[in-house]
């Protein structure tokens, strides 16, 4: 991509402020990631009964030192916070790089190919679909034992239907799209077909799916390990803090505020630059968009 186009894009999204919040918060979650160690001010795990319970910075007894305050245990509220995130980020990315992935593939085939092919993969799906995901999840987990590995796996399993449809029904419409035909017609093979023609299609709406499915893994995994079949400790993760801190909700609240607040706006961010990207990847939405803002500076001309 050319430094225009990245210009251009910079643009839109500044104009965009519900889109550039979004964009902001996946950044910060990835730089906090990314630099998890070094920005937390303590060990996660580190335990120190004698400062249990101590409350944020801004209350009575709070202390810079602790700013977020500390649980039951001692342990820094604001480091396990850094930790969690990490946790909840590699579930996020493994699951939607996994399952978007398969399920694009089979989308991609069910759509070129049809017919028996297609019957195949989308009885399947529906097969997949009929099972309560969250039951499925939790059964699986509790058989074979909540780890962060088998919680990556169990949401992929219940993650790759979502790309297997929205691959197969962009394909059908692009199938019939008179250079896809061209190019059968001249004898590419289809391999060459759907690399060169269809798949990037795909590649806008997959990746507002992708961002979307994101958020949605972020949920999952944070009910699994707030039921206790996620992960577990000593790992750490947003959904694990909420299930250790509910019991001191009344004497604690921030024990179940923060994490809260944390799924909260990463959920949220994570949804509003997905938006974006959809509107970005719709040309028909662009120019609705240049439209109204001719429209406004028009009017807002003496």
């Given at each position: 991509m050319t430094r225009t186009g990245l210009r251009d894009i910079a643009g839109e999204l500044w104009r965009d402020k519900t889109g550039l919040f979004g964009f902001v918060v996946i950044l910060c979650l990835a730089v906090t990631v990314l630099f998890g160690p070094l920005l937390a001010p303590h060990d996660p795990g580190a335990i120190n009964l004698v400062g249990r319970l101590k409350p944020p910075v801004w209350l009575d007894g709070g202390s810079w030192s602790r700013p977020l305050g500390t649980d039951h245990l001692g342990r820094d509220v604001l480091s396990r916070m850094i930790a969690g995130a990490r946790a909840s980020l590699l579930v996020g990315l493994s699951v939607v790089a996994i399952a978007g992935s398969f399920g694009t593939v089979l989308g991609l085939i069910a759509g070129y190919f049809g017919r028996r092919v297609d019957a195949i993969i989308m009885r399947l799906v529906d097969t997949q679909v009929a099972f309560p995901g969250l039951l499925l999840a939790i059964i699986i987990l509790a058989v074979v034992g909540p780890r962060l590995e088998t919680v990556i796996v169990v949401l992929c399993l219940n993650g790759w239907m979502v790309f297997a449809r929205m691959a197969r029904g962009i394909v059908l419409s692009v199938r019939e799209a008179p250079y896809v035909e061209a190019a059968e017609v001249i004898g590419c093979h289809p391999v060459r077909v759907i690399w060169r023609h269809i798949l990037p299609n795909l590649l806008a709406p997959m990746l507002t799916l992708a961002v979307l499915e994101f958020a949605r893994v972020i949920l999952a995994e944070a009910a699994l390990s707030f039921l206790g079949v996620g992960v577990q400790p000593p790992d750490t993760s947003w959904g694990l803090d909420l299930a250790t801190g509910k019991n001191y909700l009344f004497r604690a609240w921030w024990l179940?505020?923060?994490?809260?607040?944390?799924?909260?706006?990463?959920?949220?961010?994570?949804?509003?630059?997905?938006?974006?990207?959809?509107?970005?990847?719709?040309?028909?939405e662009r120019e609705k968009l240049f439209a109204a803002a001719v429209i406004a500076e028009e009017g807002a001309a003496p």
């Open positions: 179940v505020c923060f994490p809260g607040l944390a799924i909260t706006v990463t959920v949220l961010g994570a949804n509003l630059f997905a938006n974006w990207l959809r509107l970005m990847a719709d040309p028909q």
